[in-house]
């Protein structure tokens, strides 16, 4: 069964970092883009960053930009979420997605699989 595992979700105050992690199981990815959205309650889902296969491409939406980092590891399949400076309107559960469209196309949200998400909590 294809997975995809989001782990690192927390309790943090504005103004600190997290660091999410995406593992993937049950196949190999080579070649797809990773990236993660966001869902708040009450709001849509939207798109934070996405990744290309060798790193060499990241995209990243306006309200993250400077603060959160996308990485990966291809060896270990595992891509990451670095984000500093937290505000409380981060506050939301966050998915790891797959796909082999490119990093900018990602964002549309049409993606082939998703992860089950992890909680991600900023108090003020």
């Known amino acids: 069964q294809v997975q995809l595992v989001e782990s690192g979700g927390g309790l943090v105050q504005a103004g600190g970092s997290l660091r999410l992690s995406c593992a993937t199981s049950?196949?190999?990815?080579?070649?797809?883009?990773m990236g993660w959205f966001r869902q708040a309650p009450g709001n849509e889902r939207e798109f934070v960053a996405a990744?290309?296969?060798?790193?060499?491409?990241?995209h990243y939406a306006d309200s993250v930009k400077g603060r959160f980092t996308i990485s990966r590891d291809n060896p270990s399949n595992t891509v990451y979420l670095q984000m500093n400076s937290l505000k409380p309107e981060d506050t939301a559960v966050y998915y790891c997605?797959?796909?082999?469209?490119?990093?900018?196309?990602?964002?549309?949200?049409?993606?082939?699989?998703w992860g089950q998400g992890t909680l991600v909590t900023v108090s003020s």
């Open positions: 990744i290309s296969w060798y790193g060499g491409t990241r």
């Open positions: 049950g196949r190999t990815f080579s070649g797809y883009t």
């Open positions: 997605a797959a796909d082999l469209k490119p990093p900018r196309q990602f964002a549309d949200g049409y993606l082939e699989v």
